[in-house]
């Protein structure tokens, strides 16, 4: 028999590079069986990359609630729209020692089972050359190589007519 599809369903990115110092949006939105209830509840926690023990990031029931200690203590707010079906999170000012994986857990009674979204965090110091920086560089040196070729090609043709007009002159004289 095929086995029953949680009812409860949470989605988030599976790996995010973030650069130190900086904030980052972790995004994190679900899908539910059942209507949105005013018990529904979310939960994000955090596992460090050493595997020791989770620590909550954060917790919401019926509005945000901000935690009263531990790293994530005045860092991380609320981003989400539960109309929307998101409960994202921005959490600021990102350190290398929030290397590790999130969790986000979404409960919506009566509808409580179901996946647990996660999200592996890497901190690095500074952004990767990727394909799209070799893009934009490359789109911009087109565009400039276009505009140097249009003038060069403008500034000879004025100095072409110049020379026409001349050699007009000159011919004018001479009759």
């Known amino acids: 028999a095929p086995w029953p599809a949680a009812a ?9 590079d973030a650069v130190n110092g900086t904030n980052l949006r972790l995004r994190c939105s679900f899908s539910s069986s059942s209507p949105i209830s005013q018990h529904l509840s979310v939960t994000w926690n955090f596992q460090p990359e050493d595997l020791s023990s989770h620590e909550p990031v954060f917790y919401y029931l019926k509005e945000p609630y901000k935690l009263s200690a531990g790293r994530f203590k005045e860092r ?6 539960i109309e ?17 994986t999130f969790t986000c857990q979404v409960k919506n009674p009566p509808d409580v089972d179901g ?11 500074k952004v990767h050359f990727s394909e799209i920086h070799f893009l934009a560089v490359a789109i ?14 403008i500034i000879c ?16 004289t001479e009759l």
């Open 8 to 16: 409860m369903e949470v989605h988030t990115s599976k790996e995010v």
């Open 140 to 153: 911009g040196s087109a565009c400039v190589l276009m505009i140097v070729v249009v003038t060069v090609v």
């Open 157 to 172: 043709r004025h100095r072409w007519k110049k020379k026409q007009e001349k050699r007009i002159k000159v011919a004018d």
């Open 84 to 100: 929307r079906n998101d409960v994202s999170i921005v959490i600021w000012n990102l350190q290398p020692t929030d290397n590790g």
């Open 76 to 81: 991380v707010t609320w981003d989400g729209n």
């Open 115 to 125: 996946t647990i979204g996660e999200v592996r965090l890497r901190v690095v110091q």
